[in-house]
């Protein structure tokens, strides 16, 4: 089997998303994905960059139609499906973008980022229990990154409890201890 991995960046940014970041997903190729270079390959990876581009300056209807091709033309790949659900985000769908972001998880469930995505998207709709719950998860598969401890900490806080508080000011502590002169 050829090994080839395609690093797909997706950007998260927006209100909903509390500033812009940038999400790799590394897939390896199979049997169910296409070859680079064939036609479907070809396909999907126009519309996806052609979605991103259209995410990027706000174009969201644009964004969504694109990333709707790229599901159907590849619906093997979590990237097309995660930047659907951050477009539906983006547009105040929240219930509807519950539906691609679940399909990209179930494809790279152990992906910090789209785990990141999803408690995410349980926050903005008003789910903090569940948001609180993912972005724990976020936290155990990128045991190095700050983004979901970040995350974690200010979701805690909302919580208004005094243990909640007292984890959040923890986990800034860790941060700032990890980090030191980032801002």
Known sequence: MNKISRTIA???AGVLLAGAAIFLVVRGSGPSLPAP???PYEEMTRA???GLSALEVGLLDDARQQFTKATTIVPQEPAAWANLGLTQL???????AAAPVDRALALAPDNGDLVLLAARMEA???????????????VELDREGLRARFALADELQRLNMPEADAEALS????IVRRAPNNL
């Open 10 to 12: 997706f950007l998260l």
């Open 37 to 39: 270079g064939s036609a």
């Open 48 to 50: 996806f960059y052609w």
């Open 90 to 96: 983006r547009l105040g769908e929240l219930d509807a």
């Open 124 to 138: 903005a709709r008003g789910r903090l229990d569940e948001a609180v719950m993912q972005l724990r998860h976020a």
């Open 171 to 174: 986990l800034l502590d860790e």
